[in-house]
Structure formats: C-alpha cells, structure tokens
C-alpha cells in the first residue's frame, strides 16, 4: 500500500507541471512516440529480424541504451549472430500464456546462452536485465505493463511510503513489487479526471493513446523521482509555534543544573557535533548511549524547560509530542526508516550552546566493555594495487606502517598511534571491489615504525560501500567524511551496526549441533564396498586432495561420494559439503566469479565454489567437501580457468589472481573436491586431460 495523503500533493504538482515536461524542456513525450511507433512496426515473422527490432526500437531513445548499457545494441548483435534464437527470445517473452516470473528469467538464461555460445570475446554482458526485459514488456502490451527501474521505484516508495521496497538486487521479485505499486498509482491517476483530460488533450497522432494510463504511470514515477523532489525545500515543523526564548534565556538554563542535566548537556554537546540535526538513531550509532536516551531524554528535558520558565507549550493530541518542539523543528525522515523523525535545533538555543563551556561534557559515550578493556575500533583501507586481504590467510599476521613510501607519516596519523592490541578491524577493500571483505584485530600497538594485525575472518558474503554510504546512521563516520587515509577511528555504536549489516549476511559457521558421528564402519554397513577398497578411497582422497567416482546411471555415485564425506569429517554435517551439477553452459562466472546484473546496473558477483572456499578458509580445522556432478558435461578449463592447476594438492594454499576484479585468491588445504562421471553417455567420454 501507498500512503495516498503524501501522494494526492505530488499528484497536484505533477498536473501543474505535464504540460512543460510532456512538451517543454524535458520532452517527455517521447515515451508516447516511442510505443506508437514500436506498435507500427515491430513484426515478430519479419525475414530480417534484427532490422525489424532495430527500427521499431527507433524512438527508445535512453530507454535502452545508456553510457554503460545497450541492451538494444546487444539484440541487433545477437540477432546478426543467431536470428531464429534471438526471434525465439521474444516469442517466449510475448507469450501471454506463460507465468511472467519464468518468462523474464528464461529471456535472461537464453540471452545468456547466445553470449556464451557465439561471443568472439567481447561480448562480455548481453545487459539483458529487468529494466530492458520490462522496456520490451512495455512496449508490446502498452496497456499492462510498465518500465522497471530500480532507482526511480525506490525513491517512490520513499516518497509515497510504500510498504513493499525493491532491492538493488535485478530481482524479478523486485521488479513485480514494484509493478504492484505502480498499480496503486495507476489507479489513482485514472481516478482523477482531470489527470485523464490532461493525457488525452496532450496526446497527439504520432503517440500511443494510452488508454490504461500505464505510459502515463511510467511518466508520473519519473517526475516524481527526478524533478519533484529536486525542486522540495525542506519544510522543518512547527512553523506557527516558538517557545518564545532568547538566546540569554537558553545560556541561562543551560547552565541551571536542575534543567540541563548532565545527560541534557551530553545530548546537546551530540546535536551538535553532528550538525545540529540528527535522528535518535543517529546519535545513539554515532556516540552510544539507546535511541531512547536521546528521544526520553529530550522531552523530559523539555518538561523541565516548561516548568522553570512557564514558556508556550504547543497544543497536541498525543502527550509527548507537545514536548520536543521547544527545543528542535522537525521533519520526517527521507532516508532512515518509516516513522523516524529528523531533529534540529532552534536557532536561539543553537547560538546559546556554542556560549556555553560545554568542555567537560562526555562527547561520546562510554560502554561497560570500554570501561573494562578500554577496546579500540578501526576501519582499514586495503588498495587492492599495492596489497589486498585476498593475500592473508585467517590468522596470519601482516605490518602496515606509520610512513609511506616518501618516509612522509600516514594520513590521520594519531590513529596509528592510538591502536591498541585488542582492537578490532573492519577490513576494507578500495577501488575496484569496493567492498567490507575481512574481519581482523590489532596483534601489536605501534613499535614506531608499524603496527600489526593478523585477519580473523574472511567474510563469505562481502559488504558492498553502498550498502555502508547508503546508511544514514553511518553519514558522520570518519570514513565517509573524510575518506583521504588508511586507518579510521570507528565508534562503538558504528561498529555494532556496521557488525549487524556483516552478520546479516555473514552468520557464524557455529559447529551443527544437530550431528552425529559418522565412522569407516557406518559407511561399510551402507555402501556395498569392501573395507580394504574404501581404505584406498580415502587414502586417494587424503592425499591427491581430488577424486572422481565414475560409473553408470544409478549405481550409487552420490550416495558414495556424501558418505565418504561423512566417515572422513567423522559425523554428518551437511553444512560441510556443498553439490553443484556441470552442465554445457556451466561457466567460470557461475563457478568462481563474475558480473551479474544490479538493478540497472552490473556488479561482480562471488560464484559457488568460490563462496564455499571462503567457508572453508575461515574453518581451517574441519574439513570441507566440495561434490560436482556429471563433472564430464562441463567445460573444465572455461570453468575452473587458472584454479584448474590451484586445485592440485601441491598449489593449495598458494595464492593466484584471478580474472575478475585481479583478487588475490587460493584454494585451502581443508577442501576437498569429489567429482562424479557417468561413462553410459559416451558422447561424453572426453574430458580435459590436465584434470
């Protein structure tokens, strides 16, 4: 659901401002042009496909294509390479008949297909994501479907307070929620007649009529996110009401200690190191202390204000709220989350606090774990050019130094001095990953010329920085506002939260509890093998570090390969073993890493084997089982590529750079590889023999 209040104003201003978009400065109305002009000449049976497609996407103008993607461009190629492949593409898609979730990920699948089966190398996207599959969905049913995309969906749901957000993630679940809002919207803009007129008087013979209003709807989500927010001044509340306090009456109760308590004047000193606006939130990640101590706080504070001075109390209906107005205005937040409200203080009070000594005042604030180990917390910056955490095994210690190169002291250089052995590290990759991607802690405080860490941890799942940028209980970190430097002080309260976003995504590998053993002996009484055969199995296993199991159909491969697993880890631990299946189209981007779609945009993406050898590098006491079926139906060497030679027992634990993002990587020692080859197919009888 939308909140329908906050959408009927910018309802009101979209209708004031058609006219100059729809034919003005911001022409608008090429999105009109562009379905009529799809509809006269778009012909699925045309003999030349690709110049069929080529022309009906004439007037799409940004729609597909941008500075760092052309789905349309990429159609035309495909179309060159493949144009009964690339017309079955879009039959599939048009095809009404099917559920659209499966259609879009098979128009995904089959794009990626042609890519990988026709491309001469630099073809290395097919930018075949929601935001073009929804532009060709739109195009051909005008009347049903909207564009998808992320960005202008999200600051609509902001703005309107939706209760459904889309992720960054090219998700078609993401993009179906969306299309639910966007149906609210719809509605709403058929509802207003005067909305209705205004399209249909504007539209003119070379445009869709639009009955629907979808392409209407398209338009308004545009508006909304890319001029009508931009042209809001922020509006801080209450505007008709004043305390009626002089900056000498503020000095006077600032320094009244039966007002202003020392948590008052700590809340105060917090305001305004921040800025002098903030949410509860905010501070509380920023300096510590709850939430509650910053919003309870402030209206008892207030209380106390009304009773010394007998001031002007606002009339409210809700009891609390006629409180915090005498000391901040106040707005809803734009970023943080539903129902958080941005504080700010009066200008009058504002002045009287940088007259008043507020020198003893804690800034931050101190927790019970800093008054007992007194812990530090640091955000270090990797540049992936001159060294990366890919390069350091968990518990392995490394030395950053005081002075770079030119013997010049490091950026921030009272950090280096301030790190204690103890403190904790976030681990932070610069350009290109970008990314939190290891835990660590200090091992040693500064000697005068370095200081020392060893990693903990890596992290499976990586944080990306615009997760981190995106926070806005994270807008005043070191960091952010000064981003010059190798080494960032971290509060506490940032810490916990930034802790919260890696668990989320990073949960504790904690010893399954729900095990139980698993001997030599229970796998004899399961496998029809004999003892001195399984003997030589394991033996093979332990000491190549690699084995294939070959066989027919049926006979049990996989039933096998898990038990081996099970007597050599010595119980049964499914979160242990990880099982893929090899097929024809099996690439390196699945198994290791690649670049998969982002919204409108691509990121790299960690692949299957490569995740669970983070898993198992972070465990290095247990053993790991990576299991791959009908290993002889893939392309070993497209798939493993440089790791092919870093499987073998005598390059583990070497590192190697790979492809993608030039990551420093290496396969652990406790990770075992067992592969499973069908021998009835003898159409797949070859296989890499370097394997």
């Given at each position: 659901m939308i909140d329908y209040e906050k959408l009927n104003p910018i309802l009101e201003r979209y209708k004031q401002d058609f006219a100059e978009n729809f034919n003005g400065e911001n022409d608008e109305k090429y999105k009109w042009e562009a379905v009529k002009w799809f509809q006269d000449h778009w012909d699925i049976d045309a003999e030349d496909f690709g110049a069929m497609f080529k022309l009906a996407t004439d007037k799409t103008a940004n729609l597909l294509a941008s500075g760092?993607?052309?789905?349309?461009?990429?159609?035309?190629?495909?179309?060159?390479?493949?144009?009964?492949?690339?017309?079955?593409?879009?039959?599939?898609?048009?095809?009404?008949?099917?559920?659209?979730?499966?259609?879009?990920?098979?128009f995904k699948s089959d794009a990626d297909e042609i890519r990988a089966k026709y491309s001469d190398g630099n073809w290395h996207k097919h930018f075949q994501n929601t935001n073009a599959i929804s532009t060709y969905l739109w195009?051909?049913?005008?009347?049903?479907?909207?564009?998808?995309k992320y960005d202008l969906y999200k600051a609509a749901a902001t703005e309107l307070g939706a209760d459904y957000m889309p992720k960054r993630d090219g998700s078609v679940e993401s993009m179906l929620g969306g299309y639910r809002m966007y149906d609210e919207i719809c509605k709403a803009l058929k509802d207003d007649p005067d909305v209705v007129a205004m399209v249909k008087n504007a539209i003119t013979t070379d445009c869709y009529s639009d009955p629907?209003?979808?392409?209407?709807?398209?338009?308004?989500?545009?508006?909304?996110?890319?001029?009508?927010?931009?042209?809001?001044?922020?509006?801080?509340?209450?505007?008709?009401y004043s305390p009626e306090l002089t900056v000498n009456d503020w000095i006077e109760l600032l320094n009244d200690s039966s007002v202003f308590t020392t948590n008052s004047l700590q809340i105060m000193k917090r305001m305004k190191d921040y800025g002098g606006a903030a949410t509860c939130k905010q501070l509380s990640v920023k300096y510590g202390e709850n939430p509650n101590f910053y919003n309870g706080g402030s209206w008892s504070l207030a209380q106390r204000i009304a009773k010394k001075t007998g001031c002007p109390v606002m009339?409210?209906?809700?009891?609390?709220?006629?409180?915090?107005p005498i000391l901040y205005l106040g707005r809803k937040s734009d970023k943080a989350s539903e129902g958080a409200y941005i504080w700010k203080l009066r200008d009058e009070l504002s002045e009287a606090i940088d007259k008043v000594d507020l020198s003893d005042i804690d800034l931050y604030a101190k927790t019970e774990q800093e008054d007992e180990s007194d812990k530090g917390y640091w955000w270090l910056v990797a540049k992936p050019s001159i060294w990366s955490y890919g390069n350091i095994d968990v518990g392995q210690e490394q030395s950053y130094t005081l002075y770079n190169d030119n013997g010049n002291k490091r950026r921030i250089f009272q950090n280096f001095l301030d790190a204690k052995a103890g403190d904790i590290i976030i681990g932070y990759e610069a350009n290109p990953v970008k990314k939190i991607v290891a835990l660590g802690r200090i091992t040693q405080a500064n000697d005068g010329e370095k200081i020392y860490f060893e990693k903990t941890e890596t992290l499976t799942s990586p944080i990306e920085y615009q997760t981190l940028?995106?926070?806005?209980?994270?807008?005043?970190?070191?960091?952010?506002?000064?981003?010059?430097?190798?080494?960032?002080?971290?509060?506490?309260?940032?810490?916990?939260?930034?802790?919260?976003?890696?668990?989320?995504?990073?949960?504790?590998?904690?010893?399954?509890?729900?095990t139980h053993k698993y001997s030599k002996e229970d796998f004899l009484k399961k496998v029809y093998m004999e003892e001195e055969r399984y003997t030589v199995l394991e033996a093979l296993l332990r000491n190549k570090k690699n084995v294939i199991l070959q066989g027919a159909p049926g006979v049990g491969k996989t039933f096998i390969a898990k038990r081996l697993a099970y007597a050599m880890m010595g119980e049964v631990d499914?979160?242990?073993?990880?099982?893929?299946?090899?097929?024809?189209?099996?690439?390196?981007?699945?198994?290791?890493?690649?670049?998969?779609?982002?919204?409108?945009?691509?990121k790299l993406t960690d692949g299957i084997f490569y995740?669970?050898?983070?898993?198992?590098?972070?465990?290095?006491?247990?053993?790991?089982?990576?299991?791959?079926?009908?290993?002889?139906?893939?392309?070993?060497?497209?798939?493993?590529?440089?790791?092919?030679?870093?499987?073998?027992?005598?390059?583990?634990?070497?590192?190697?750079?790979?492809?993608?993002?030039?990551?420093?990587?290496?396969?652990?020692?406790?990770?075992?590889?067992?592969?499973?080859?069908?021998?009835?197919?003898?159409?797949?009888a070859m296989i890499d023999y370097a394997l």
């Open positions: 760092y993607a052309y789905p349309r461009g990429m159609i035309q190629e495909f179309a060159g390479a493949d144009t009964e492949a690339t017309r079955d593409m879009f039959r599939k898609l048009f095809d009404e008949s099917e559920d659209l979730a499966v259609r879009i990920e098979t195009l051909q049913y005008p009347d049903k479907y909207y564009i998808y629907e209003l979808k392409t209407a709807t398209i338009d308004f989500g545009h508006y909304l996110a890319r001029y009508y927010s931009s042209k809001q001044e922020v509006e801080w509340f209450p505007q008709d009339t409210q209906d809700i009891e609390n709220s006629k409180w915090w940028k995106d926070s806005p209980e994270l807008e005043k970190m070191e960091f952010f506002v000064q981003s010059n430097g190798s080494l960032f002080k971290l509060t506490k309260g940032e810490f916990d939260f930034i802790m919260d976003i890696i668990r989320e995504e990073n949960p504790l590998n904690k010893p399954n509890k729900e499914e979160s242990r073993i990880e099982m893929v299946q090899f097929h024809q189209n099996y690439s390196y981007e699945d198994f290791v890493m690649g670049y998969r779609p982002d919204g409108s945009d691509f995740h669970f050898c983070q898993i198992a590098s972070n465990d290095p006491d247990r053993d790991y089982f990576f299991i791959i079926d009908e290993i002889n139906r893939g392309n070993l060497s497209k798939i493993f590529g440089e790791l092919l030679m870093m499987i073998e027992k005598d390059y583990r634990g070497t590192k190697t750079t790979l492809a993608y993002g030039r990551i420093k990587f290496s396969v652990p020692e406790n990770l075992y590889i067992i592969g499973m080859m069908n021998t009835a197919d003898r159409s797949l």
